[in-house]
């Protein structure tokens, strides 16, 4: 059984700054993309930052220079350091890691619980 644990959210005034952190647990073999997804009331969900294997990342627009994605292979965990933020950050945001259970399995997804992030003006 995998997991996926965020922590780090929070409530903040525009111009502050947020780590989020997320740790896969459980029967991993290994880990490949991470990324952080967010849903604002009303609106779907969007991906936010993904960070492959390799650590190549890509990030949506809007959050371009203000949020950074990192990982550490050896704790299974993604972070997403968030600059500058904006009430438009306002969301849940989500984990999400592509991972294999063991060495003939396919890749499959797993969310986190989600966290919540508020900013105000």
């Known amino acids: 059984q995998v997991q996926l644990v965020e922590c780090g959210g929070g409530s903040v005034q525009a111009g502050g700054s947020l780590r989020l952190s997320c740790t896969a647990s459980?029967?991993?073999?290994?880990?490949?993309?991470m990324a952080w997804y967010r849903q604002a009331p009303g609106k779907e969900r969007e991906l936010v930052a993904r960070?492959?294997?390799?650590?190549?990342?890509n990030y949506v627009d809007s959050v371009a220079g203000r949020f950074t994605i990192s990982r550490d292979n050896g704790k299974n965990t993604v972070y997403l350091e968030m600059n500058s933020l904006k009430p438009e950050d306002t969301a849940v945001y989500y984990c999400?890691?592509?991972?294999?259970?063991?060495?003939?399995?396919?890749?499959?997804?797993?969310w986190g619980q989600g966290t919540q992030v508020t900013v105000s003006s």
């Open positions: 999400n890691a592509a991972l294999k259970v063991a060495f003939r399995s396919a890749i499959d997804y797993y």
């Open positions: 459980g029967s991993i073999f290994s880990v490949h993309d």
């Open positions: 960070i492959t294997g390799g650590l190549a990342t």
